[in-house]
């Protein structure tokens, strides 16, 4: 009798959460936060079930979508949404969601009403003299907008022209059900080409392409054209039990497997041009291999780098040879001038570390007459925007003179 109960209880919650989803997915430009909310389930709701999970994706930048990436849309809103001609004469909605399609999905059932409140917490976030509560205040609203199991499972989990089944999650492993929802299985979330929906160069109704993000493109093009056979579920999820945290160059384990640094120093004398003195000198070699399936750096394209610094320290600590290189890949507007707005990149340079290749430096350097050790120290840092880095490999040497 408890058994059957129970299973009566199930059924009815499951018919509620039906008919509330169905209810509210037949209204479009909803007015409240709430209502879509109703249809995409924030990730709290299936956290009772999918603890392990919930806790993976909390720690991801999927579980903040939005905030993590404020200071770009922000930018967007105050310096082209709100500012250039063209797009004044639009729909607020159509142009805030070329942002949002990836970063809140939800959005999409917003009236202009409620876009319109989306986009003032967006300002407010960031606006100078705001009182810190009304900062946190706004910053909460936009907490709620990630890409939360729905967005994933749901909403993008159906391969187009097709359109996801209401009540049904979808995954990669066997069909079936629960007392909450359906399951079915689809192969597309196991494809790369499911993550290429946003990490990618995106396309608007209205045709105009917005390039955050090139990695999909380079994945086709260098690392798959090149042999490789991993897909992103294989290096973000997979390995090393990666899961839901999507693990990329945020973090520092993700990074430093990215990228293989090995130096090689010999050291050698060097007789100047018009010189009768021998002064210490080194041929330094550095290859840099990356294992990565798409070009480093990529995500954020408009500030992204990785440096690699070259220092000689001479006894006393004094730098007497240094090199820096820089790997990266400027955005460019319709005009070819240099941009680090994310909208107005329309074309870009390259100049990264290609996917499944070594790339190799060369550098002959000459010390102070009489030096007898050298410290060489070879560092590289993926620097993601001012005052936020990581250092992905250090080499050091000590290069003896006699």
């Known amino acids: 009798m408890v058994k059957k109960a129970i299973m009566a209880a199930a059924a009815i919650l499951s018919a509620a ?12 430009d909803v007015d409240t936060l709430d209502e879509i909310e109703k249809v995409f389930k924030p990730a709290e709701a299936c956290s009772k079930c999918h603890s392990d999970v919930y806790q ?26 709100l500012k250039e001609p063209d797009r004044q004469k639009r729909s607020v909605k159509a142009e805030a969601m070329k942002c949002f399609v990836c970063h809140a999905p939800m959005l999409d059932m917003a009236s202009e009403k409620l876009m319109g409140e989306v986009l003032d917490s967006v300002k407010q ?13 706004a910053r909460e609203t936009l907490a709620r907008l990630n890409v939360s199991c729905f ?8 391969h187009p022209p097709g359109k996801p089944d209401q ?103 060097d007789l100047p041009i018009d010189s009768t003195k ?7 070699t550095i290859d840099l291999t990356n294992n990565a399936g798409h070009r480093l750096p990529d995500g954020c394209l408009w500030t992204a780098r990785i440096v690699m610094d070259i220092t000689a320290k001479d006894e006393r600590g004094q730098t007497v040879w240094s090199r820096t290189e820089e790997f990266f890949q ?20 390259d100049f990264t570390l290609p996917p499944r290749k070594t790339t190799t430096e060369k550098y002959f350097a000459v010390f102070p007459e009489g030096a007898g050790k050298i ?18 490999q250090n080499e050091k040497r000590t290069l003896r003179y006699e």
């Open 56 to 81: 993976q994706w909390k720690k991801s930048v999927h579980g903040e979508s939005v905030l993590h990436s404020l200071e770009g849309i922000y930018q967007y809103v105050a310096e082209g949404i």
């Open 167 to 269: 009540n049904t999650m979808y995954g990669v492993k066997a069909a079936g059900s629960s007392p909450f929802h359906s399951v079915k299985k689809t192969a597309f979330l196991d494809n790369a080409i499911f993550c290429m929906q946003c990490h990618g160069v995106y396309t608007a109704p209205d045709r105009e392409q917005i390039i955050c993000s090139t990695i999909s493109q380079s994945y086709r093009d260098q690392y798959v054209a090149a042999g490789g056979q991993e897909t992103c579920q294989d290096c973000h999820m997979r390995k090393k039990n990666r899961g839901h945290a999507f693990p990329g160059a945020y973090v520092l384990d993700t990074l430093k497997d990215s990228v293989t640094m090995l130096v090689n120093v010999r050291t050698v004398k």
């Open 330 to 349: 400027p955005g460019l507007d319709i005009e070819g001038n240099r941009t680090y707005n994310a909208w107005q990149i329309k074309d870009m340079l």
């Open 375 to 392: 410290n060489l120290e070879v560092r590289l840092r993926y620097i993601h925007k001012k005052g936020v880095e990581f250092i992905m």
């Open 151 to 158: 967005v994933c499972h749901n909403a993008k989990a159906v």
């Open 278 to 284: 021998w002064f210490p000198a080194a041929a330094v």
């Open 125 to 137: 976030s960031y606006k100078h003299g705001l009182p810190d509560a009304k900062k946190k205040s």
């Open 17 to 28: 959460f039906f008919i509330l989803s169905a209810s509210a997915a037949a209204r479009a």
